[in-house]
Nanobody, 125 residues
Framework: QVQLVESGGGLVQTGGSLRLSCAAS????????MGWFRQAPGKEREFVAT????????YYADSVKGRFTISRDNAKDTVYLQMNSLKPEDTAVYYC??????????????????WGKGTLVTVSS
């Protein structure tokens, strides 16, 4: 059974940091591109960051570039999202995704092989 379980969300003040984790199981993690997406209240889900299966390439939305860092540990079947300099507009439910598409194609798609259930990040002003 495939599972993607996000953790690390919570309430943080503007300018603060959070680290999200996504633990994967039930599929061959090291062969999948991984990504983070988010959905703010009343808005559609949007791309945040993706990473190639071997971690060699990463891609970011312009809105988070320079503040967020995606990484993965294939030995632990886990992908991370380090979020620094958080802003109120970063408030959203953050979802982990896995797909056999390339990391670049993941960035432009809303259809993924697997989705997690999400973790809520709230940034207070």
């Amino acid at each position: 059974q495939v599972q993607l379980v996000e953790s690390g969300g919570g309430l943080v003040q503007t300018g603060g940091s959070l680290r999200l984790s996504c633990a994967a199981s039930g599929f061959t993690f090291s062969t999948y591109s991984m990504g983070w997406f988010r959905q703010a209240p009343g808005k559609e889900r949007e791309f945040v960051a993706t990473i190639r299966w071997n971690g060699a390439n990463t891609y970011y939305a312009d809105s988070v570039k320079g503040r967020f860092t995606i990484s993965r540990d294939n030995a632990k079947d886990t992908v991370y999202l380090q979020m620094n300099s958080l802003k109120p507009e970063d408030t959203a439910v953050y979802y982990c995704a896995a797909d056999r598409k390339s990391a670049t194609m993941m960035a432009g798609s809303s259809i993924m092989d697997y989705w997690g259930k999400g973790t809520l990040v709230t940034v207070s002003s």
